[in-house]
């Protein structure tokens, strides 16, 4: 028996933003298909490829990490896989039974209870009734629904539809698992539960195509990564370069989008890093000092003061660290013109990875947003030979802050 269970080869699928055309390709589709020509690989007008000539295979017991923007086309590939659109060129082999976590609430039938919804779904995955009797109470354990398994699906929370398809998909054991980012939905305690399951069958053989913006997830789960971008694959490989590739491409639209000023009284202008010796690094070390400057503008003196914001998010988009830059100083009466802020961090504890770094302004008792600017830099975090009990019971960032006003 082949270890490989899913085969990719060289698949394309295209839409149309147009329903009327969409309509009249479709029956050109069909009368071409009648009469046993191939499809056309030439775009008709208002047509895209949502996936654009992609291939790869995926061994027993591997996890596939998919990631890239919304819209790129992992749900499409998804679906293709799970055969619930057709693919307009190309070859997918798939070796046993299938599950799949796609959509929030897809395959279950709303008037129906949990329980029925079980027998319903596990018959499609290919298991008689017998074999879902003894996994019922698993199912059900998992998911954490025992109240509830005889009450109508429709009455379900969303965290209760994505704890139950996820048990019913999971539990089962399928030779291949596809999951979709739906697991976003479930609280803390249930993705560790169920990434904790999912190295277990994982162990077992299962294979995994799993889709997800957290690269956390990704990065320690994933054998392998593929990234796509409006429909291509922009690279593919080893897990960890997928990501920073991912990460980059995303700071460098981030980073160079224009920041509107027309509405702001505070206009950040730019900022960046250094290791507080006025030396640009690529990256600053687990634990060293460095500093941020940051140059803004103020359009007009500030009568209720000024305090600055500045947060840290991680690639997930989740916020890390934080802090207010509150002065006596600039309690109030701040006059117009140029300044410079800078920073300095004398207690790096972000560990290795990229954070984006945002700022905000605000009058001093904080009844008005004065100016923002998300992404306004990056800081490079990474690891060496670092030891974290040394910074047990330490503040995250110890700061001092210096302000001049530039002529």
């Known amino acids: 028996m082949s270890d490989v269970l899913v085969s990719v080869d060289n698949v394309s699928k295209k839409f149309c933003r147009s329903l009327k055309k969409s309509l009249w390709y479709g029956v050109q589709d069909m009368t071409s298909e009648m009469l ?10 208002d047509e895209f490829w949502a996936i654009n000539d992609m291939s790869f295979e995926l061994k027993r017991g591997e996890c596939l990490g998919l990631i890239g923007p919304n819209g790129s086309g992992k749900s499409t590939l998804l679906k293709m896989l799970n055969g619930l659109i057709n693919i307009d060129h190309g070859r997918i082999t798939l070796c046993g039974k299938i599950g799949a976590l796609i959509e ?3 395959g279950f039938n709303p008037i129906l209870t949990g329980r029925e919804n079980i027998y319903i779904n596990a018959s499609v995955l290919g298991y008689s009734k017998k074999e879902t009797d003894r996994k019922l109470e698993e199912i059900v354990d998992f998911a954490d629904i025992q109240g509830f398994i005889d009450t109508p699906v429709q009455n379900y929370s969303s965290g209760m539809k994505v704890r139950l398809g996820f048990a019913v998909a999971a539990q089962m054991e399928p030779d291949i698992l596809l999951i979709d980012e739906v697991l976003a939905v479930g609280d803390k305690g249930f993705i560790v539960k169920c990434m904790n399951h999912l190295w277990k069958i994982k162990k077992n053989g299962t294979s995994i195509i ?5 690269m956390y997830h990704i990065n320690a789960f994933a054998d392998k990564a593929i990234l796509l971008n409006k429909g291509r694959v922009d690279k593919q490989g080893e897990t960890l370069s997928v990501t920073e590739r991912y990460d980059n491409i995303f700071q460098e639209i981030e980073l160079n989008k224009p920041i509107n000023e027309c509405s702001m009284t505070v206009n950040f202008k730019k900022a960046f890093i250094d290791n507080n010796s006025g030396e640009l690094h690529e990256f600053i070390l687990t634990g060293d000092k460095f500093s941020l400057n940051v140059h803004f503008s103020i359009t007009h003196n500030l009568e209720y003061g000024l305090v600055i914001g500045v947060t840290f998010r991680a690639n997930d988009g989740q916020i890390v660290a934080g802090f207010l830059v509150k002065r006596d100083e600039f309690r109030s009466n701040v006059e117009k013109g140029n300044y410079s802020m800078s920073v300095i961090i004398d207690n790096n504890l972000f560990l290795e990875g990229k954070y984006s770094i945002g700022v905000s302004a605000f009058n001093y008792d904080y009844t ?6 998300e992404p306004i830099a990056v800081l490079n975090s990474k690891t060496i030979n670092y030891n974290p009990l040394e910074f047990v019971g330490k503040v995250l960032l110890n700061k001092s802050v210096k302000f001049v006003k530039c002529t």
């Not at 499809?39 to 008709?44: C, F, I, Q, S």
């Open 368 to 373: 008005q947003n004065l100016g923002f600017a």
């Open 104 to 106: 929030l609430g897809a």
């Open 36 to 45: 046993g020509r191939s499809g056309e690989r030439e775009l008709r007008p």
């Open 210 to 214: 799993l889709v997800s913006h957290n």
